[in-house]
C-alpha cells in the first residue's frame, strides 16, 4: 500500500525542485511612487509658509568684515529648524551648550568661518539668530538700582543700535600704553579664543595671546614677562582694547522702575527665555 504523502512532505519536494528554485518570486505592482508623490504634495502644502520663512537671510556685520581677510560687510543666516532646536533641547552641561552654539553656528551662517569670527560678530549673530527663529520679542528681568524692584520687560530686539566699526579698522589695533609709554599693537580676539574667555582668571593669565608686538618686541617670553611687571594701568588698556572696543550690539536697555520710577539702563541678559518664544 503506498503511503500517503503528507502536506509537509509535498512541500519538501517542491523546494527540491530545482525549476521551482531558480523561479523569480513575484511581487504585486507597487504603488510607493505614488504615495511618494503624494506625501511630497501634502508637505509642500502644509509647510509653504515655513518654507517662505525659512530661507538665508542677509545680515550686515558690526564688524563690516574688516576683522577677516576675504569677508564682506554682509554674510547669510538662517532660522533655527526643529533639527536646531533638537541640538538646543540636548544641552545638559557647559560643555554640551559650547557645543551646541558651534553646531548651529555651522548650520545656520555662511559667508564667515566660524573660528575666525570676531567676537564681536558673534554675539551680535546671536541675537539674530534668536530674533529671527524665535520672534523679535525677548522677556527679561530686570533689577532696580535704586528699591531693587523685579521689573518683567519685554525687549524688541530689532529695536537695539548696532555700532559698527570705523572705516579704518582692522583686526590688528595699535595703542599708547600709559604708563611704559610704549607702543603695544593688539588682535581682535576671535570665537576660536572661547577656550581663554571663560571667567575672568583664565582671561588674565591669557591676556598675553592678544598681544602681537610691544614696541619692536614680539616674542612671547617679552610679551609674558612684560605683563608680568608692568603696571596694572598698562594691562588694563591692553584688556580694554581687546575685549572693550564698544563694537557690535548696542546691549543696554533702558527702563523706569515700576517700583520707584527710577529711570535707568541695564544689560540685555541671556536668560532661560532666549532660546524661546516665551
Do not use: H
Not at 515655513?50 to 569677508?71: D, F, I, Q, R, T
Not at 554674510?75 to 560643555?95: A, C, G, Q, Y
Request: charged share 30%.
Amino acid at each position: 500500500m503506498t503511503e500517503e504523502k503528507t502536506i509537509l512532505d509535498l512541500a519538501k519536494e517542491r523546494m527540491a525542485d530545482p525549476d521551482i528554485q531558480n523561479t523569480p518570486t513575484q511581487v504585486p505592482a507597487s504603488n510607493q511612487k505614488s504615495e511618494d508623490n503624494s506625501v511630497s504634495k501634502a508637505l509642500d502644502d502644509l509647510l509653504s509658509k515655513v518654507n517662505a520663512k525659512s530661507g538665508w537671510v542677509p545680515v550686515k556685520l558690526p564688524s563690516l568684515g574688516k576683522y577677516n581677510e576675504g569677508v564682506g560687510d554682509t554674510i547669510e543666516i538662517k532660522p533655527f529648524n526643529f533639527e536646531d532646536e533638537k541640538i538646543l533641547r540636548s544641552v545638559t552641561s557647559i560643555s554640551d551648550i559650547k557645543s551646541a552654539v558651534t553646531s548651529l553656528f555651522r548650520r545656520c551662517t555662511k559667508g564667515i568661518p566660524y573660528p575666525e569670527m570676531s567676537l564681536v560678530d558673534k554675539g551680535y549673530l546671536l541675537y539674530k539668530l534668536r530674533e529671527i527663529s524665535y520672534g523679535n520679542e525677548y522677556p527679561i528681568e530686570a533689577e532696580c538700582v535704586s528699591c531693587q524692584e523685579k521689573n518683567e520687560l519685554v525687549v524688541e530686539l530689532d529695536k537695539l543700535g548696532t555700532v559698527y566699526v570705523e572705516d579704518d579698522a582692522s583686526p590688528e589695533i595699535s595703542v599708547t600704553l600709559p604708563d611704559s609709554e610704549i607702543e603695544a599693537v593688539i588682535r581682535v580676539p576671535r570665537t576660536a579664543d572661547d577656550v581663554y574667555l571663560e571667567n575672568p582668571a583664565l582671561i588674565m593669565d591669557n591676556l598675553w595671546r592678544f598681544v602681537i608686538r610691544l614696541g619692536k618686541y614680539d616674542e612671547r617670553t617679552v610679551i609674558q614677562n612684560f605683563l608680568a611687571k608692568t603696571s596694572a594701568r598698562d594691562a588694563a588698556v591692553i584688556r580694554e582694547t581687546a575685549f572693550g572696543s564698544g563694537v557690535g550690539l548696542d546691549s543696554k536697555v533702558r527702563f523706569k522702575c515700576i517700583r520707584c520710577g527710577n529711570d535707568q539702563s541695564a544689560d540685555l541678559p541671556l536668560n532661560e527665555n532666549f532660546f524661546s518664544v516665551s
